[in-house]
């Protein structure tokens, strides 16, 4: 009999975690950066290969006003994919991004306590920045800074963005990334990031495995090349006669003219290239010029979107 | 009392930086002494000659430091005389100033009765001698250390706030200046100098004040930073052995990564890890590259070389006494192994040369192709080698052998361990081509084919690899020469001068028996049959083998301790023939300052000077001595003995003795300096000119085919 109850009593009460949930740990991250004047916003709900992508990142970093911004962005990278087999590699993993734009004099510091926030004592650990300067050729973007080590475990790339759609940025932004599927299986102990416990009561395996197996078998096995070659040509076909059309614009038709959809589908072909690389079906020759074909567009659209903020702000002062 | 008033102090200057890349530190360390050497010196503060020894620099992850000692607080007053006009302008004929004199007078701001008159080469002329007041040392280093710090150069440098500030390698946080316990006050990228520094990052604490680099170096060792490298990496040294030497294990060296450690850490901690030995199944240069690439742990050897299950990891603490870092690292260990035998069974899932079709997706160069046609061209050559070789009586060479080898040299390239670890490229394949059967002639011939990648890098161990390696950077060579790739300057993206070193040392190292010209027309060959079929012209095919006789000039200055002039010598009577040439320059060499060879090879410069002089006035043509006309004794005796020698001198050299050979030409010297002393070789007699001339030249000829002696005595570049 007291056997019994004790066992219900485990069903009741779940294994208690050590350290923070998935969860917990991105509403920590999330409340944190909140607190420090960042706008929260909301995953890209296009695919995207990471955090700068979203146009919270790549458009906002752009011209001369000021923003912070935290979300989570999960980022789709067909070709890292494992069938949920691997206990590290992801076809989607979570990224954690903030941008701080311009850079405040204490950002190093203003990181590393969001890491003391999710329970890392720092000086127990060895929490180190070690040179990586970071490049997306697809956006025609760079910075220089770090992966931040943990133990040696990278689980953060700090950079300060210095060109972005091609453009000199002024200000420089800092871009933080966190790797928060692996740091999540650092502070609970676990070497599979299937082990992470979610939530309370469940795990990342129970959470994501489906998608993990699916989305690997469709960018390695099922995905039909000529298909998503052809969706690449109308994505990029009408990226193109968007951006060729703003360049004929004039007056009011600005301000609404849709370079956020140019943008969106710019994202499109970044990911179906993706599944295409995925699939084994780019040459190494093909693979250079569709990124430059992507690249293409990205500067296209981030000198556009400066060129309709500029004009319509002409335009606002005119009126007034 | 006045004699006690200090003149001299110490500077003190920190640039406190986010973290700085572990590998440009000791290169800005040395950029600075030498700036602030260079601005001390301008501002008179610092006695020249001993500036460089008053001035030490180091550098950690968050900070360059200088300090100068010596420095004066005030700089010298300094006189100057400023020259106007000569006298002659300067005061009209009454001895009267002019409005010359006038003009300059107001421009030294002195009146004419101050200015005086020096005498100079040129005769006497006006002059303002001008005093100018030394100025306080700060005030002079506020102005000088931001120059200091604007002309760092960095590889890659950036903004970190807006992009009208200045640029540096990572951004700057704070600025210690202090001369004589004092703040230097300037402000650089809007930061303002003080003398406040920080410790260490997480256990240090900020804003520490200092007053000279006495208390600075020991407040910052308080506040866990050791900031000299030499101490770090004593530390780091010292640690290691102890944690090996008890249980009798070593680290596998790595000088490179000690020193990346040293630059990666303010207070370097060694900690010990392990992992499971069951790992060591994989070979262990994979291991080894798992540990040192990513994780730059050291490898742990036992003393019979093989590894250990452990590794040592650096870190930026003092202790780790709950073994947290330890637990952190090897769990990452643990999962980078765990990927590198995923790549290691995944690969082999298919034998090595079944990723061959796989190269043609991969582009060697645009014009230029695939790998897999890169593969087809080197495979030609290595067989072509290999029959070399073979014809001239080698007989481990293996043309079979050299085939299959190149054919599965580039094969790693595409596989998942390499496209990971780029850096064991070569050793992947070879690793694979041994655990798939292949004889291990052949695995170690594809494991080594990139070598020797400097001068001082090793040779492939075998025939086989050398042959393989010859061919792929002869292809290289040739290939990209043919569409114009030359290496100009600094840039030389496909490393095509480390190709054609490797190639040198690779001929004379092995000593292989091949003609240069005849190599380079088989690779032009070769280019010219497989695809992408391009045609070498017969000038790009000799601007091939100039680069490689320069390289090989090079390596026989540089390795061989060879001087220009004997290098030149004996490459003007060829060197097509490699290790002939090497042979004769050592030949060469040790003859060169005997007795009678120094004196004869003054004489051949001499021969050739008249022949020179005489080659317009149509006194040449005639290339047979005719004895006949030999009049004078001398002129006699040096064609007999020329003669007699000339058969010795031959002998030896077919039997490519060429230091006899040398030492028979040098008996030459009693009788050509005779015919110096008794013959005039410019004579009215056409015919017997003409035949003295023919004489010289046929000397000149004959005893020049192992050097051309009269090159020797110019010690210079060619």
Redesign the interface.
């Known amino acids: 009999m007291a056997r019994t109850e004790k066992n219900e009593k485990k069903k009741l009460n779940p294994p208690k975690v050590k350290g923070l949930t998935f969860q917990d740990l991105l509403l920590t991250l999330e409340e944190y950066w909140t607190k420090r004047d960042c706008v929260l916003q909301q995953p890209y709900d296009v695919e995207v290969g990471a955090g700068t992508m979203h146009p919270e990142t790549f458009l906002r970093v752009l011209g001369p006003d000021p923003y912070r911004v935290v979300y989570a962005q999960p980022s789709r990278r067909p070709a890292d994919g494992r069938y949920g087999e ?3 590699r992801l076809y989607k993993h979570t990224q954690l991004q903030v941008i701080l734009k ?2 405040p ?1 204490n950002v ?1 510091d203003l990181y ?1 306590s969001s890491l003391a926030a999710v329970g890392i004592n ?10 990586d ?1 970071w490049e997306a050729p697809t956006l025609g973007a760079w910075g ?1 800074g ?1 992966q931040v080590l ?4 990278e689980i953060t790339q700090f950079t ?1 963005f ?1 060109q972005c759609g091609g453009l ?5 932004s800092v871009e933080l990334t966190y790797g928060l599927d692996r740091i999540a299986a ?1 502070l609970q102990g676990v ?1 599979n990031v299937f082990d992470v416990r979610w939530s309370k009561s469940m795990t990342y395996r129970q959470v994501r495995l489906p998608e993990e197996q699916q989305f690997s078998a469709y960018s390695f096995d099922y995905a039909d090349a000529a298909s998503t070659r052809k969706q690449f040509d109308l994505n990029e076909a009408e990226a193109s006669r968007l951006l060729s059309e703003f360049a004929k614009l004039k007056g009011d038709a600005i301000e609404r003219f849709p370079i956020l959809g140019a943008y969106d589908l710019c994202l499109k072909c970044s990911h179906l290239f993706n599944v295409l690389d995925a699939r084994g079906a780019i ?3 093909e693979r250079a010029g569709m990124i430059a074909r992507i690249r293409k567009l990205a500067i296209q659209v981030a000198q556009d979107w400066l060129a309709q903020r500029e004009m319509v702000q002409a335009a606002a002062g005119v009126r007034a | 009392m006045k004699a006690n008033v200090k003149v001299k102090g110490e500077l003190l200057l920190e640039i406190g930086c986010e973290e700085i890349p572990a590998g440009m530190i000791q290169m800005a360390e040395q950029e600075l002494k030498a700036l602030l050497a260079k601005h001390l010196t301008a501002a008179r503060l610092v006695d020249e000659p001993t500036v460089e020894n008053s001035i030490e620099t180091f550098g950690a992850p968050r900070r360059l430091v200088a300090i100068a000692r010596n420095v004066r607080l005030k700089q010298e007053d300094v006189t100057r005389e400023v020259v106007g006009p000569p006298k002659a302008i300067a005061y009209d004929s009454e001895g009267k100033p002019t409005r010359a004199a006038m003009s300059f007078s107001e421009k030294q701001s002195l009146p004419v009765e101050k200015l005086l008159l020096i005498s100079t080469p040129k005769g006497e002329y006006l002059a303002a001698r001008q005093s100018i007041a030394g100025e306080p040392a700060r005030a002079v280093l506020a102005r000088a250390l931001p120059e200091c710090i604007r002309e760092l150069s960095w590889p890659r440098s950036m903004y970190w706030t807006t992009a009208d500030t200045p640029r540096f390698i990572r951004p700057i946080r704070w600025i210690v200046a202090v001369l004589d316990g004092a703040v230097i006050p300037f402000a650089y990228a809007d930061i303002r100098s003080g003398n406040r520094t920080d410790g260490h990052r997480f256990l240090g604490k900020k804003g520490i004040a200092v007053t000279a680099a006495s208390d600075y170096e020991s407040k910052l060792k308080k506040n866990f930073v050791l900031c000299r490298p030499d101490t770090r990496q004593k530390k780091i040294e010292s640690e290691i052995r102890a944690l090996t030497s008890r249980r009798s294990l070593r680290i596998h060296e790595d000088a490179e990564l000690l020193n990346l450690v040293t630059y990666l850490n303010e207070y370097p901690t060694v900690i010990s890890g392990d992992f499971d030995s069951a790992f060591l199944a994989l070979p262990d240069e994979i291991l080894i590259t798992v540990m040192r690439g990513h994780q730059k742990y050291f490898a742990v050897e036992k003393r019979a070389g093989e590894l250990a299950p452990h590794f040592l990891a650096v870190i930026n603490l003092p202790s780790d006494p709950k073994g947290l870092v330890r637990a952190g690292h090897e769990r990452v260990l643990r999962a980078r192994f765990a990927d590198a035998r995923f790549f290691w069974d995944s690969d082999q899932k298919v034998p090595l040369d079944a990723y061959v079709p796989k190269l043609a997706t991969v582009t060697y160069e645009r014009r230029l192709g695939s790998y897999g046609d890169k593969v087809e061209r080197v495979r030609t050559l290595a067989r072509w080698l290999a029959e070399q070789w073979f014809n001239r009586g080698m007989t481990q060479a293996d043309v079979t052998g050299s085939d299959r080898a190149a054919e599965l040299a580039k094969c790693d390239l595409v596989t998942e361990m390499v496209r990971e670890f780029p850096e064991l490229q070569g050793a992947v394949g070879g690793l694979y081509a041994r655990a798939q059967g292949e004889p291990d002639s052949i695995a170690w011939a594809v494991y080594d084919h990139y070598k020797p990648l400097g001068m001082d890098d090793p040779l492939p161990r075998n025939l086989t690899g050398c042959t393989v390696a010859l061919a792929d950077k002869l292809d290289s060579l040739v290939a990209c020469f043919g569409v114009g790739i030359v290496p100009t300057g600094s840039s030389d993206p496909f490393a095509l001068r480390r190709a054609a070193m490797g190639i040198v040392k690779i001929i004379l190292e092995r000593r292989l028996p091949v003609s240069i010209s005849a190599m380079i027309s088989a690779a032009a060959k070769a280019l010219k049959e497989n695809p992408p079929r391009i045609n070498l012209s017969a000038e790009t095919e000799a601007q091939t083998v100039a680069f490689l006789l320069e390289r090989a000039r090079f390596y026989l200055r540089e390795k061989g301790g060879f001087s220009y002039d004997e290098i030149n010598a004996v490459f003007a009577s060829g060197a097509d023939d490699l290790c002939d040439a090497a042979d004769r320059v050592a030949a060469v060499k040790a003859i060169r300052y005997s007795k009678d060879f120094a004196p004869l090879a003054a004489s051949f410069k001499r021969i050739r000077n008249i022949l020179e002089k005489s080659a317009g006035k149509d006194d040449k043509g005639q290339v047979a001595v005719n004895p006949e006309l030999l009049a004078d004794g001398s002129e006699v005796e040096l064609h007999v003995t020329s003669q007699r020698i000339r058969e010795k001198v031959a002998a030896n050299k077919r039997d490519r003795k060429y230091k006899v050979a040398l030492e028979e030409i040098s008996k030459l010297r009693p009788a050509v300096d005779k015919f110096f002393d008794g013959v005039l070789v410019m004579v009215e007699d056409r015919a017997v000119r003409k035949n003295r001339i023919a004489l010289l030249a046929s000397l000149l000829k004959e005893f020049s085919t192992i050097a051309d002696f009269s090159e020797l005595g110019s010690d210079e570049a060619k």
Not at chain 1, 124 to 130: C, K, N, P
Not at chain 1, 150 to 153: A, F, I, K, S, V
Request: no cysteine.
């Open positions: 691997n206990p590290n311009p850079s004099a190093q590393l720092l000086k127990e650990h060895d929490v180190r920045f070690e040179e300067n220089i770090w943990l133990d040696g475990l300060y210095q000199d940025l002024n200000p420089v650092y070497d040459s190494v020759t």
